[in-house]
């Protein structure tokens, strides 16, 4: 029976195999630094499938590189075998929610989601850092090999617990000023590119900063032809001095996983919350009236005839106009001739564009407000709500039970605004939101309210958030989705002789392969994201001949994990017909158990997909 792998997806394994399927003969095989044997591809004879003039080292040619960029593209496809624990007491209503508040580093973490959740975010929203000089970036140290630079960057110390402190300062005075933040964002947006769903897309805050190296990376991970624009909008009212000019906007820098998937499924309409003067109605609905006439005449090759009675140059051709109005659309008025105007076309075929001035969006208002729903100033320049749920109506209009995933979550601007747009609009769109729990400088307002780190803030705020948007809408016992599961990254739940057996002796073989503080609940999980079942799905645990069973999505998963099951717990499980069932090798209560095992599932259940742990 195989076991499961524990660990994220081998993506340059994966990728090796794509290559082996176009071209066979370009892969061969070789030992790998463990004696294993391992496909690898033969990079002279795939150069030469591919170009008939190969481009010489050194030789001149457009690219965007900086330093340690080799070792960002490789750190993306680096496997991990960190997991997500599972957090109840932290979590709201965890066993009917579909939303996730994700603890840890946000690299570690899209490399745990990748598989699960490869294609099916609809939306990413982030606001990392801007780099203005001030402000702090991950310090992902590409020199040090893995397992030190998950101590050095504080991931998890020594003794393998997590720790917080995976941030440094981005000074100006540093000689890797670019260098470490595009060291940063780069294989972040590479794994997370993974996750989009093919008609997604994403939305980057960003400052002037670095706003033109973020398009460059964004052009190579997502492709130049997805770009769709830097949308500039206003975040701030007053006058500031310190600079020539008074900067008072941010970007948000806008791409397509797939712009032609994207708009084959759907007319992208970004829409403005400017559509005024829909003064007139009828059975059709609201609308205004416009011209009909051909602005430029005869300059502008618009067709020329009498109509009605009027003689002059015409938007449309005769035809057209005649049918327009034996639809009742073209209409006399002390103006002339014009047509009806939809509010409902409007919405459909009205496009945005890249600037949007809202007063709404201001961060001073958006800090306000925060500030009144928390009780206290206790987050610096949180995004304001507006914002998000102005990109939220462009993307998941048409698709409202979506995922929308920030992996800077922050305050969880981003949640609040997925479950206010829920509530307008019936949907059923799920958040999951990922942040690094920063520690609060101890001489905050947010430390002294006991917020010891920002995730305290941002889970508080999505509690509170969540009641005040049933109180708005008078939702109050309605079904509205406002809580989530809380899951804490940390290192695997099994010790390293899962991994690397050879480099055991013999003797700790046999030794337990679980790590003692886990919890029957943190190895489901983990079996969860190895078999690419979505976090956020329905768990019910029940007594089976007398042993705890975990029921995952109605009996997709059926898992068990105590010790001594005997053939008894094993037959009623495969009278179910789950479609896998998964268990300890510890868990048998002898070797008959193990023996039996396979003969009961193809006796009742021949179909399910059994593996061990």
């Known amino acids: 029976m195989e076991k499961l792998t524990m660990q994220s997806h081998d993506v340059i394994g994966s990728n090796t195999r794509k290559i082996a399927e176009l071209f066979p003969h370009c892969v061969t095989e070789r030992r790998g630094k463990d004696g294993t044997l391992e496909l690898a591809i033969d990079f002279e004879k795939l150069q030469a499938e591919l170009s008939n003039e190969l481009i010489g080292e050194g030789e001149e040619r457009y690219q965007f590189t900086w330093p340690d960029k080799r070792k960002a593209v490789r750190e993306a496809n680096v496997s991990t075998t960190s997991t997500l624990r599972p957090c109840r007491e932290e979590s709201v209503d965890f066993d009917n929610t579909q939303n996730l508040y994700i603890e840890g580093d946000n690299l570690e973490v899209l490399k745990v989601l990748r598989e699960t959740y490869l294609g099916k975010v609809k939306m990413i929203y982030i606001d990392p850092p801007y780099n203005t000089g001030n402000d702090f970036v991950y310090n992902d140290d590409f020199a040090q090999s893995k397992g030190h630079f998950e101590q050095a960057s504080g991931l998890f110390d020594e003794e393998g617990n997590q720790t917080i402190e995976s941030m440094q300062r981005n000074t100006e005075s540093n000689g890797r000023f670019h260098t470490d933040w595009l060291n940063m964002i780069y294989p972040r947006l590479k794994v997370a590119k993974d996750l989009l769903a093919n008609d997604g897309a994403i939305f980057i805050s960003i400052g002037d900063d670095e706003e033109a190296n973020l398009i460059k990376i964004c052009d190579e991970v997502f492709g130049e032809h997805n770009f769709i624009a830097s949308i500039c909008h206003k975040h701030r009212a007053s006058v500031s001095n310190d600079r020539i000019i008074s900067e008072n906007h941010n970007h948000l820098v806008f791409y397509a996983r797939d712009i032609s998937v994207m708009f084959a499924n759907q007319k992208l309409i970004g829409e403005d919350p400017k559509l005024e003067g829909f003064k007139y109605s009828d059975e059709k609905g609201d609308y205004k009236l ?98 998000l749920l102005r990109t939220l109506r462009m993307i998941t209009k048409f698709s409202s039970d979506s995922i929308i995933l920030d992996f800077f979550s922050g305050s969880a601007t981003t949640a609040h605004a997925v479950m206010k747009l829920n509530a307008e609009d019936g949907g059923n769109r799920k958040f999951i939101m990922v942040q690094l729990p920063e520690k609060t400088d101890e001489k905050s307002e947010a430390y002294k309210a006991g917020y010891k780190n920002i995730c305290e803030i941002g889970k508080e705020r999505i509690r509170r958030a969540g009641k005040k948007v049933k109180e708005e809408a008078g939702l109050q016992g309605q079904h509205l989705d406002t809580g989530f599961r809380v899951l804490k990254l940390d290192s695997s739940n099994m010790e390293d002789v899962y991994y690397t057996p050879a480099e055991f002796e013999m003797g700790s073989l046999f030794a337990e392969n679980v790590k003692a503080d886990r919890t029957s609940e943190d190895l489901l999980f983990q079996v969860m994201l190895d078999l690419g079942i979505e976090l956020s799905a329905k768990i019910e645990t029940e007594r089976i001949a007398g042993k705890s069973v975990h029921v995952v999505d109605d009996n997709y998963l059926v898992a068990c994990f105590d010790r001594d099951v005997n053939e008894s717990t094993i037959t009623e499980i495969a009278k179910r017909k789950p479609i896998y069932f998964v268990m300890r090798d510890a868990s048998a209560t002898n070797d008959n158990v193990i023996d039996n095992f396979e003969q009961i599932f193809r006796h009742y259940s021949s179909e399910t997909t059994c593996r061990m742990i």
């Open 290 to 387: 416009t011209p009909v006439d051909g602005p430029g005449g005869a300059k502008k090759g618009n067709p020329h005839y009498e109509f009605l009675g009027v003689e002059g140059y015409w938007r449309y051709s005769k035809e057209t106009m005649q049918q327009k109005y034996d639809a009742g659309l073209i209409v006399r008025t002390p103006n002339g001739l014009q047509q009806k105007y939809y509010l409902e076309q409007a919405k459909q075929t009205r496009q945005t564009v890249t600037t949007w001035w809202d007063a709404d969006f201001l961060t001073s208002t958006a800090t306000k407000d925060f500030a009144t729903l928390m009780g206290g100033k206790y987050f610096d320049n949180p995004k304001s709500v507006n914002l």
